[in-house]
């Protein structure tokens, strides 16, 4: 263990008044001529559906349970925890991952009862291996700092009906696991996995992905969330080979891709994947690619490609037989905004039935996102306050 995460941990176990040292996530980078908040003094409607449908609300706290109410997308059935108890985790520690203590987050993640999950005070959770999720959980992590770091993050694994809110998940690694196999440092990864929800995290240098969906998962929304500095963002799809991720459906909603974010925006395979009123900035390689015939519908995003003229191109394919095979997928782009010459390579047929399919939510005018500045990533929850 090197020296400075020592020092890491002592801080974390010695006082609750080294609090105020926590890092805290990166604020959005304001680059429109409103004001850069994640939290609101007085409330108004926004178009977000998301947030309009809870936001507003001075008695969050006391109305948690209302948010499962607002998903929208392909994972807007995910119900998490809501018919379950609240369980408040009091203990950032991880001392025994088999044998998790009470008040722990793991203790709770892995029970088998509905839970909706919940902190008591601001902490790092730092693990020693991945948490596999289990089904009818909501991690909420709102009014609190709350942050899974340095250590293995979240796994999702034949499980359904999880909502994680409002975490800042960064730093992860790979670890072996003590019933066997390893994990692979994702953020959050979901394998053989249904009615999933990610919404308000802020995601980060982690060791493969930020977020990904293989297996034959499906019915996910990943909404609001601000992502940056990371290489392979976000995979969905096992591999070229593996059809059971033809059925894949995911919606990709209100996201801010921000600095120092590579390629994989996502990386789609086989599937069905509605990309909407995300905010795309400056991508090094591509923003969106894919492999073995996705249908991807990008609707309403905003797409500000860097100065290097390399790198103006939002799409990628990987394709075995070249152009003569990727010119027959179905992936369109209407209503995106393309900024600084940014352009997206359209494929297939324009008026294809399965675009009318995977159509899982309104789109908003692109013009919108360039006039409001996005609220996206954790937020700064207030008690008695619109959050």
């Given at each position: 263990?090197?020296?400075?995460?020592?020092?890491?941990?002592?801080?974390?176990?010695?006082?609750?008044?080294?609090?105020?040292?926590?890092?805290?996530?990166?604020?959005?980078?304001?680059?429109?001529?409103?004001?850069?908040s994640?939290?609101?003094?007085?409330?108004?409607?926004?178009?977000?559906?998301?947030?309009?449908?809870?936001?507003?609300?001075?008695?969050?706290?006391s109305?948690?349970?209302?948010?499962?109410?607002?998903?929208?997308?392909?994972?807007?059935?995910?119900?998490?925890?809501?018919?379950?108890?609240?369980?408040?985790?009091?203990?950032?520690?991880?001392?025994?991952?088999?044998?998790?203590?009470p008040?722990?987050?793991?203790?709770?993640a892995?029970?088998?009862?509905?839970?909706?999950?919940?902190?008591?005070?601001?902490?790092?959770?730092?693990?020693?291996?991945?948490?596999?999720?289990?089904?009818?959980?909501?991690?909420?992590?709102?009014?609190?700092?709350?942050?899974?770091?340095?250590?293995?993050?979240?796994?999702?694994?034949?499980?359904?009906?999880?909502?994680?809110?409002?975490?800042?998940?960064?730093h992860?690694?790979?670890?072996?696991?003590?019933?066997?196999?390893?994990?692979?440092?994702?953020?959050?990864?979901?394998?053989?996995?249904?009615?999933?929800?990610?919404d308000?995290?802020?995601?980060?240098?982690?060791?493969?992905?930020?977020?990904?969906?293989?297996?034959?998962?499906?019915?996910?929304?990943?909404?609001?969330?601000?992502?940056?500095?990371?290489?392979?963002?976000?995979?969905?799809?096992?591999?070229?080979?593996?059809?059971?991720?033809?059925?894949?459906?995911?919606?990709?909603?209100?996201?801010?891709?921000?600095?120092?974010?590579?390629?994989?925006?996502?990386?789609?395979?086989?599937?069905?994947?509605?990309?909407?009123?995300?905010?795309?900035?400056?991508?090094?390689?591509?923003?969106?690619?894919?492999?073995?015939?996705?249908?991807?519908?990008?609707?309403?995003?905003?797409?500000?490609?860097?100065?290097?003229?390399?790198?103006?191109?939002?799409?990628?394919?990987?394709?075995?037989?070249?152009?003569?095979?990727?010119?027959?997928?179905?992936?369109k782009?209407?209503?995106?905004?393309?900024?600084?010459?940014?352009?997206?390579?359209?494929?297939?047929?324009?008026?294809?039935?399965?675009?009318?399919?995977?159509?899982?939510?309104?789109?908003?005018?692109?013009?919108?996102?360039?006039?409001?500045?996005?609220s996206?990533?954790?937020?700064?929850?207030?008690?008695d306050?619109?959050?």
């Amino acid at each position: 263990m090197s020296i400075v995460r020592i020092i890491f941990l002592f801080l974390l176990t010695t006082s609750s008044a080294f609090a105020s040292a926590f890092p805290k996530p990166a604020p959005v980078p304001q680059w429109s001529t409103s004001e850069t908040s994640n939290s609101t003094a007085s409330c108004s409607a926004t178009g977000n559906p998301i947030d309009d449908c809870w936001r507003c609300d001075k008695k969050w706290k006391s109305n948690r349970k209302s948010l499962a109410d607002c998903a929208v997308g392909f994972g807007r059935d995910s119900v998490g925890g809501r018919a379950g108890e609240f369980y408040t985790v009091t203990d950032s520690g991880d001392e025994d991952p088999l044998n998790p203590s009470p008040g722990t987050l793991r203790y709770a993640a892995t029970q088998d009862q509905p839970l909706w999950i919940i902190f008591d005070r601001d902490m790092v959770i730092t693990l020693k291996e991945d948490i596999q999720v289990t089904s009818y959980k909501t991690i909420d992590g709102r009014g609190n700092n709350v942050q899974i770091a340095y250590g293995p993050c979240l796994s999702l694994y034949q499980v359904s009906n999880v909502i994680i809110h409002n975490i800042y998940i960064h730093h992860c690694v790979p670890a072996k696991r003590s019933l066997g196999g390893y994990s692979d440092g994702d953020g959050i990864s979901i394998f053989e996995s249904r009615d999933v929800w990610i919404d308000h995290c802020t995601l980060e240098k982690c060791h493969d992905g930020l977020i990904d969906a293989v297996g034959g998962s499906t019915d996910i929304t990943i909404s609001n969330n601000y992502m940056l500095n990371h290489n392979e963002v976000m995979l969905l799809g096992h591999n070229d080979e593996f059809v059971g991720d033809r059925d894949m459906r995911v919606s990709i909603a209100f996201n801010y891709f921000g600095e120092g974010l590579v390629q994989r925006m996502p990386r789609c395979r086989h599937g069905f994947f509605h990309i909407v009123n995300n905010i795309y900035r400056e991508w090094e390689m591509y923003a969106i690619g894919g492999s073995a015939n996705p249908t991807i519908f990008s609707q309403g995003n905003v797409f500000i490609a860097s100065d290097n003229q390399f790198t103006k191109e939002v799409t990628k394919r990987e394709s075995v037989d070249g152009d003569d095979e990727w010119k027959e997928w179905n992936w369109k782009s209407e209503g995106d905004e393309m900024l600084n010459g940014a352009f997206f390579t359209p494929s297939g047929n324009e008026d294809s039935p399965s675009y009318t399919k995977m159509s899982s939510m309104v789109a908003r005018p692109a013009s919108l996102l360039k006039t409001t500045h996005p609220s996206v990533g954790v937020l700064s929850c207030q008690i008695d306050q619109p959050c």
